[in-house]
């Protein structure tokens, strides 16, 4: 069917799975590329340790290249989420198994290295925190539990949902891919197949097609890796569009252990040139918040004055240092 917006549609938001046109058949399913055996790798189970890691590194060295193949469907992706971030909006990651826990650690990450509220990004998987840490059988195969965890995290239409699986076809993923795009959100599926259900539901398809893995059906390998690079790309674009970067710098980091305090040291003595003594002052007097650090001693401003011109600029400290 075709939506009000002109796009072609599964009709998954008001049908069930079977009736959505891509239901589960040993033909379709066996037809995947993520669920196709490899003759190459069928005698794996003789093969020497460093004849199976060679053949696992050359399999892994496809992957950038599938990735790069599938940019011009990423690209207006990340784009359209930045947007959405831009306005407010956040930014929600949901996947059973693997790819649920990619989105978990993706999410995780960003708080400490962009300085991000932890509910600005968040991953939501399949089985909840449960299944971070063992396997929560059946719960993917829930498209009404996928709803639910939409609904209870009250998506709207500024919020970006983005569905990872590796088949395009996870019912909980599809579940909540249509409740998102029911209440406005912008959707994104990313799959390794191609004219996948979850391809038909979204906004924005991405499909990152890597072929039959060296353990055949295993999509933690090749597929699991595709797909952290391409959230890789999602967060840390939307982050550097956001303002949370000074060039390649991480200047709106959390420094909150050793390591991350002698980081932030070196930002602000790399951007302003200020000797060590100085750097670490500055970074005190500003609660340890980089940004502050380097426009009390480039431009003089006090932490208040500082924070409003960020805000001002959208935290972007390039804006306020070029000020005229």
Same mark, same amino acid.
């Given at each position: 069917m075709t939506g009000s917006d002109g796009r072609q549609q599964s009709g998954f938001a008001d049908a069930s799975w079977h009736e959505s046109g891509f239901a589960d058949t040993p033909e379709r399913l066996g037809g995947l590329e993520t669920e196709r055996v490899d003759p190459r790798y069928a005698a794996i189970d003789r093969a020497s340790v460093a004849e199976l890691a060679a053949l696992m590194n050359e399999a892994d060295a496809s992957v950038p290249a599938a990735v790069r193949a599938a940019l011009p469907q990423v690209v207006p992706a990340i784009e359209a989420v930045a947007q959405?971030?831009?306005?407010?909006?956040?930014?929600?990651?949901?996947?059973?198994?693997?790819?649920g826990r990619l989105g978990v650690l993706d999410a995780s990450e960003c708080p400490p290295t962009f300085?991000?509220?932890?509910?600005?990004?968040?991953?939501?998987?399949?089985?909840?925190?449960? #299944?971070?840490? #063992?396997?929560?059988?059946?719960?993917?195969?829930?498209?009404?539990?996928?709803?639910? *965890?939409?609904?209870?995290a009250g998506v709207g239409p500024t919020d970006s949902v983005v569905g990872i699986t590796a088949s395009g076809r996870t019912p909980y993923v599809l579940g909540a891919v249509a409740e998102a795009r029911g209440r406005g959100a912008l959707t994104v599926g990313v799959s390794c197949n191609t004219g996948t259900?979850?391809?038909?539901? #979204?906004?924005?398809?991405?499909?990152?097609? *890597?072929?039959?893995?060296? *353990?055949?059906?295993?999509?933690?390998?090749?597929?699991?890796? #595709?797909?952290?690079?391409?959230?890789?790309?999602?967060?840390?674009?939307?982050?550097?569009?956001?303002?949370?970067?000074?060039?390649?710098?991480?200047?709106?980091?959390?420094?909150?252990?050793?390591?991350?305090?002698?980081?932030?040291?070196?930002?602000?003595?790399? *951007?302003?040139?200020?000797?060590?003594?100085?750097?670490?002052?500055?970074?005190?007097?500003s609660g340890m918040r980089v940004k502050l650090a380097i426009l009390h001693l480039e431009r003089g401003l006090d932490p208040a004055e500082a924070s409003a011109r960020l805000a001002a600029a959208g935290g972007r400290l390039r804006d306020v240092l070029e000020e005229r």
């Open positions: 959405r971030m831009r306005d407010g909006g956040r930014l929600l990651y949901v996947g059973a198994g693997t790819p300085g991000t509220p932890p509910g600005l990004v968040r991953g939501l998987i399949a089985g909840g925190e449960a #299944a971070m840490f #063992a396997a929560q059988e059946g719960v993917e195969d829930d498209a009404d539990a996928g709803r639910a *965890v939409i609904a209870a259900a979850l391809s038909a539901a #979204a906004d924005h398809a991405v499909e990152v097609v *890597v072929g039959p893995e060296v *353990v055949a059906g295993s999509t933690r390998l090749k597929a699991g890796t #595709a797909q952290k690079l391409v959230l890789n790309m999602f967060s840390t674009i939307a982050m550097v569009r956001l303002g949370k970067t000074y060039g390649n710098l991480m200047v709106d980091l959390g420094a909150t252990n050793a390591k991350l305090r002698e980081r932030a040291i070196r930002m602000v003595r790399t *951007v302003t040139g200020a000797p060590r003594e100085r750097a670490e002052e500055a970074l005190e007097a």
